[in-house]
């Protein structure tokens, strides 16, 4: 008797694990600005400004490739410490991985500029354990290239 694909097996994906990962830019960014008014009291304006850049990322010791996006947020005025270095978010449905970083607002002004020179290379991060499905970045570093 076929099954359907609906009863068919879903892969098994690795658990989510501490330690050092790798990841490579796998296409194209897109760069967002905007503004939103914050109620208050007092009402403030604030703005957002913020990358996404499609990523592969792979686990310690290459165990997996997961799909995935990197949002990286320059501060604003309301947030303007950071705790960690980010964080890393499973999809609930799907075998992707959201990886969102923290950055100063010089560190942003340097990657929108190596970004548009396309100089970006691969990254790295340090993942501490998680929760359920969000982990937290203890360390990341990009290198650019020049000539």
Known sequence: MKRSPKHARRPQLP???PGDWRGEIAGSCSVNFGQAVQDGPPRQSVEFTYIILPVL?????????WPGVVMIMAPTPLKTDCEDAGSLFKAPNLPSLSLALDVTRAQFSD???????????DFHF???AGEEDAWTVRSWGIGASFG
Do not use: D, N, S, W
Not at 57 to 65: A, I, K, N, S, V
């Open 126 to 128: 340090t993942l501490e």
């Open 57 to 65: 990322l792979t686990m310690p010791e290459g165990r997996f490739t």
């Open 15 to 17: 658990a989510i694990v």
């Open 111 to 121: 990657l929108l500029r190596m970004l548009e020179a396309k100089r970006l290379r």
